[in-house]
């Protein structure tokens, strides 16, 4: 099963809401990840977790805040976005935070700020 | 900095063609190169993953290599059929754990 859950699909929010983003693998993956990627425009980093710590966070502003509950779940927190933050969040998880693992995406969670 | 080439930005061919997308990348210091596609509105789906000690993996249709040396890699893909068409990204993995992805392949094969 090399499957990472993605939830919600779809999101709009304004920009005073408070929203999360979830995601989810049972492969017993010790890292995980948060890309976003806008349209027509590859993935770009956020952040990684290696072993339910923070390991890297790539300056994004403190409006999104990553958290990592247990080895298998991974939460994004949304608060006073922007619009120019509406994007395809994608959730990725790999064997552990070593590099040279296949790296497996989630199908991400569309978010719109309106 | 890495940065991750792919060329052409977009691609139609008929059923049937075989073809190339090519990826090159500026720092030969990678521990993998891997290729994903990603279907419109979709998540990425992992292809291929090549090892930065390694020249080729093959998956049934797909053949890509490595050519760690020169910063390039090429995903090979036999008798291509309309199920195919997606955006294809290489990205590579340097020391840092980072995927660096390039720019995309936008193929298109014509039923």
């Known amino acids: 099963d090399t499957e990472v859950t993605q939830t919600p699909k779809h999101l709009v929010m304004g920009m005073t809401n408070k929203k999360s983003l979830k995601c989810e693998q049972h492969?017993?993956?010790?890292?995980m990840y948060w890309y976003k990627q806008k349209a027509k425009k590859p993935p770009e980093l956020m952040f990684v977790y290696s072993y339910e710590k923070l390991s890297i966070n790539e300056s994004v502003p403190s409006r999104f805040s990553p958290e990592c509950p247990n080895s298998s779940l991974l939460n994004l927190h949304l608060h006073a976005l922007q619009p120019e933050d509406s994007a395809l969040y994608l959730c990725?998880?790999?064997?552990?935070?070593?590099?040279?693992?296949?790296?497996?995406f989630g199908e991400g969670s569309w978010l719109t700020v309106v | 900095k890495q940065e991750v080439t792919q060329i052409p930005a977009a691609l139609s061919v008929p059923e049937g063609e075989n073809l190339v997308l090519n990826c090159s990348f500026t720092d030969s210091a990678i521990y993998n190169l891997q290729w994903f596609r990603q279907d419109p509105g979709k998540g990425l789906t992992s292809l291929l993953l090549?090892?930065?000690?390694?020249r080729e993996q093959t998956s049934g249709r797909l053949n890509a290599s490595l050519d760690k040396s020169s910063g390039r890699s090429t995903l090979y893909i036999a008798a291509s059929q309309p199920g195919d068409s997606a955006t294809y990204l290489c990205?590579?993995?340097?020391?840092?754990?980072?995927?660096?992805f390039g720019t995309g392949t936008l193929l298109a094969v014509q039923p």
């Open positions: 990725a998880s790999s064997q552990d935070g070593v590099s040279g693992n296949t790296i497996y």
């Open positions: 990205a590579v993995d340097g020391a840092t754990n980072k995927l660096i």
């Open positions: 492969m017993g993956h010790r890292a």
């Open positions: 090549i090892q930065s000690s390694q």
